[in-house]
């Protein structure tokens, strides 16, 4: 598929904080985030974890690789970034807004969901298909998307 130009579109999350737009996209904790937004994110998943957040592994579809891997794919995905950067650079209690250019997947729903709980924070999602309000580990699609 690559010899003919056809090709996977990558996860791009923005965030708008202090009228900057920041760019996210799926991977990038690998590479381009600071350090500072690499430890939060580890933490968040910590924490999400104690209060029974499960990643959905089967949603990476690399079959040769262990399932920690698979998890550490996940946690950087592009929405992920976002929300993370989100709640390092606003105050407690404000919106998160998130804009995505394709669909959310159902790991990070899951995630947003027990984010905006343990946060008590208000997510409104965008992604391609419809707009996701996360307010108190309930999502306004009902968990159907």
């Known amino acids: 598929m690559i ?6 579109i ?3 999350s923005s965030i708008e904080i202090n009228n900057i737009v920041h760019e996210f996209f799926s991977g990038d904790g690998v590479h ?3 350090t500072a937004l690499h430890r939060a994110l580890d933490e968040l998943m910590k924490e999400l974890k104690l209060v029974g957040y499960v990643p959905d592994t089967s949603l990476v ?5 262990g399932e920690e891997d698979k998890e550490i794919i996940l946690r950087y995905h592009s929405e992920k970034l976002a929300i993370a950067f989100g709640l390092l650079n606003t105050l407690p209690g404000t919106t998160i ?3 995505k250019n394709l ?3 159902g790991d990070c729903h899951s995630a947003a969901k027990f984010i905006s ?3 008590n924070r208000e997510i409104i999602l965008r992604d391609v298909q419809r707009f996701h309000h996360f307010k108190d580990g309930r ?3 009902g968990d159907y998307w």
């Open 3 to 8: 010899q003919r130009g056809v090709g996977k």
């Open 10 to 12: 990558p996860g791009c």
């Open 32 to 34: 381009y985030v600071s």
């Open 61 to 65: 579809f690399h079959a040769d690789i």
């Open 97 to 99: 807004r998130v804009v």
């Open 103 to 105: 669909r959310v997947c």
């Open 117 to 119: 709980l343990i946060f």
């Open 139 to 141: 999502c306004s699609c």
